[in-house]
C-alpha cells in the first residue's frame, strides 16, 4: 500500500508542531513527515524535542488519525570537517531515537558534505556511518539518503554506489523528482538497481538545468559553483511523470507495504491548502490509488 505524506515545511512560521497532525488531515492526508523546524529542530541543530512533548505528538497524531511515517533532519554527515562529523553523529543519535520512541522508525536526510572536497567528504560519511549503523540497529531504524544539489555527491549512482557499500540494509536510497537532473536524469535505470533499498520518493516537480545550452538558469559571473532546482507542484516544471512511476510500478515499489511518497512543493507557500491538495490528488492518480 502506497503511503502519501506531507512535508509541512511550508506551515513551519504558522503552525506549531503539535497542530501538524490536525493539519495534514484537515488537508485529506492520512500521513505526515516531520521535517526541520523549530520545535522539531533545525537543520545542522540537535532534536528539541523532549519525552513529554513526543508524547503529545503521537496522541495528537492518533487522535486526528494521522500516521507519522519518518522524521528529516539534515546533519553534516559528510563533514568534511571532524567536527561537523561529531556533531552529526552525536545529533542524529537522539533523532534515531525520537523516531524509535515515536514509532516512525524512518528517518530520510542527505550526504551533505563539500563537492570540491568529495574524498574527504567521504571518507567522513563511511565514518559517521560506522557510528551510527549500530544506533540503527539497536532501535530497530532505518536511514536513507538524498544526493543533494550541492553535497559532496550529487549523482544519483554514485550515491548508490556510496550506500552499497556501506553494507547493510539499514541504510537505503530517498529519491527526490526535484533533484533528477542534478542524479543524472536517470529514474529509468536506477530505480531498478535501488530494489527494496529504495525507502522513499519525494514528490516535487523542477526545471531542467541542462537545457537550452545550460542556460535555462543564468548567473553572473559564467562558471559560478552554484546548484539551482525547485520544488514546484506536479506539471510546472521538466520531470517526466509518467516515466518515473512507470520506473516505480515495473520495480515493484508502488506494491511494497512500506512504500512511501512525500510531497514536498516549497515554491508556493501562499497557496500551501490548495497546493497541498493538488498534490495529493496527483499522487494519488500517478500511483494508481483510489
Known sequence: MVRIALDPTPYNDSVHLLDFPDLVARLGYEY???????????????????SALIA??????RDAGVTITSLLPVQRFGGPEPHQVDAAVFNTTRYIEIAAEL???????????RPEREEDS???????????????????????FDPHPDDFVEDGL?????IRGLNTDRVGFVYVAAHTFHYGDRAT???????????AVYAADTFDHTRSNALRYITNPPGNAVRVHQHLAIGDGDVDWIELFTALRDSGYLERDDALIVSNVFAEDERADEISRF?????RELAGVV
Request: aromatic fraction near 8%; hydrophobic fraction near 40%; charged fraction near 25%.
Open 56 to 61: 503529545q505528538l503521537k496522541k495528537r497524531a
Open 189 to 199: 535505470s536506477l530505480i531498478p538497481q535501488l530494489g527494496n533499498r529504495l525507502g
Open 279 to 283: 498534490q495529493l490528488a496527483k499522487l
Open 103 to 113: 514509532e516512525a522508525p524512518i528517518v530520510n536526510t542527505e550526504f551533505s558534505g
Open 122 to 144: 567521504e571518507v567522513a560519511f563511511y565514518r559517521a556511518m560506522e557510528r551510527l549503523i549500530p544506533v540503527l540497529e539497536r532501535e530497530g531504524v532505518t536511514m536513507n
Open 32 to 50: 505526515l513527515q516531520l521535517t526541520p523546524s523549530p520545535d522539531f529542530g533545525r537543520h545542522f541543530h540537535h532534536p528539541k524535542m523532549d
Open 158 to 162: 554514485e550515491a548508490w554506489r556510496i
